[in-house]
């Protein structure tokens, strides 16, 4: 019954602030709900036990009765990359497969590093030391991007396909391979047993990534087989939810990255058409579904993200701390993005115009926070959260507003047709 209670609290409220963004503020859905949620949140903390005091202690037992990393990374994670997958068209992906998968592994990997350094040079100036590890396993933990509240405003904006899908593949992709360097560094901090090495790191990788894949690929695969001989749109929603909550058991049943294994399982799903024939009735009751589950995962996550406020005790402290490490992570992944695109020079062609998009469509969302607050209690535990919090917020509101200007679908054709006459 408690359990019961708190989702319907979740969800009335994440209507309230739907509809009051939607008459009021006008902004995406998500980010709104999320505005909204910390706005409310900023005025309960700073009223104190002057204003609906009673109101303050119920909605933070409430938040602190949800174990939100279990939540997201256990259950809305899997459900939102499922819905995300099965809408990426697998010739686009295969089209810019080389980039997606560049950006979602070396970019994560050269991010994480950028932002540990940066952050263990830069945060004493302001009183905060951690050791490099730390720093590490923040630079980690933020490196993976979540635009999901941008891709909606990249397709109004008219961008090309071709950077529509680096975008969006590279948010799906790069949530598995973040969440393995996440393990990998929180062993070493914890001093764990592991012995970091290319052989041990390497077998790391293969085991839950590689494994996560195969899976998925396995569950869909099953899946088509099945939506082969029963076309009715009510079992095939069924089978699309057993393939993401029974993979998630799975998944982690065998210890692989259950992220990779939703991506996989959705691609396969979302391209199965080719295959046969499916009455229109049931795709679009099928797309329709996974749509509306897509809107309803993301209200009540940003709905989290706003909430999450309640429990950081102290962010004034660390406040500009938070704007420092919100420049060193915009610079990281400039050289995330910058990198890579100069050695992928010789077979693609990168306009100055796509990489700023790639850089500042680079939201970081509720995965980081999960990560963050995954981080066992210690001395560093709630500066790291605070700092992620901050870059977080602003990368959603600040970035994930202004990203349909940035993104000028006119100047972006214009370079790319000159880079392909050149070529």
């Not at 290319?198 to 894949?213: F, Q, T």
């Not at 089978?239 to 029974?246: D, K």
């Not at 010789?346 to 700023?356: A, D, I, L």
């Not at 977080?392 to 507003?401: A, E, K, N």
Request: charged share 15%; with cysteine.
């Amino acid at each position: 019954m408690e359990l019961y209670y708190s989702f319907s609290v979740l969800i009335v409220l994440a209507a309230l602030f739907a509809y009051l963004n939607h008459r009021l503020l006008k902004l995406p859905s998500a980010i709104g709900i999320m505005v909204i949620a910390i706005v409310v949140s900023v005025t309960l903390v700073a009223s104190g036990d002057h204003f609906l005091p009673k109101t303050t202690t119920h909605l933070i037992q409430l938040i602190r009765s949800f174990n939100f990393t279990e939540l997201l990374m256990g259950a809305m994670l899997n459900f939102l990359l499922f819905a995300g997958g099965i809408h990426i068209n697998i010739k686009d992906l295969r089209e810019q497969f080389g980039p997606v998968v560049i950006f979602s592994t070396v970019g994560v990997v050269i991010s994480t590093f950028a932002v540990g350094f940066g952050s263990y040079y830069l945060l004493p100036f302001v009183g905060i030391s951690m050791p490099f590890i730390y720093c590490l396993l923040f630079g980690a933990l933020i490196s993976p991007t979540d635009p999901v509240a941008v891709l909606s405003i990249l397709k109004q904006a008219n961008v090309s396909k071709s950077l529509e899908t680096k975008v969006a593949g590279e948010s799906l992709f790069n949530d598995g391979m973040a969440v393995v360097v996440f393990s990998v560094v929180l062993q070493l901090a914890a001093g764990g047993d592991m012995v970091l090495n290319a052989e041990s790191v390497g077998l790391l990788l293969l085991r839950e990534a590689g494994g996560g894949l195969l899976l998925g690929v396995l569950l869909g695969w099953s899946a088509v087989r099945a939506l082969r001989v029963v076309d009715d749109y009510i079992i095939s929603v069924l089978i699309t939810l057993a393939v993401v909550m029974g993979g998630y058991l799975i998944a982690h049943g065998l210890h692989i990255s259950a992220p990779l294994a939703m991506v996989a399982a959705g691609l396969f799903l979302g391209n199965f058409s080719e295959s046969f024939k499916m009455k229109s009735q049931t795709q679009d009751y099928l797309i329709k579904f996974w749509e509306l589950i897509d809107e309803i995962m993301n209200a009540v996550l940003f709905l989290f993200i706003g909430f999450e406020l309640l429990l950081i005790r102290d962010l004034n402290e660390y406040f500009v701390a938070g704007a420092i490490c919100i420049l060193i992570v915009l610079i990281a992944r400039w050289i995330a993005i910058f990198v890579p695109t100069k050695f992928m020079a010789f077979k693609y062609r990168f306009s100055p115009q796509t990489v700023k998009v790639l850089v500042w469509g680079g939201i970081r969302g509720g995965v980081s926070i999960a990560l963050a607050l995954s981080i066992p209690q210690n001395q560093y535990n709630e500066i790291i959260i605070s700092i992620t919090y901050c870059v977080v917020v602003f990368s959603i509101v600040v970035q994930g507003l202004t990203i349909g200007k940035v993104a000028n679908p006119k100047k972006i054709a214009t370079e790319e047709k000159a880079l392909r006459e050149n070529a």
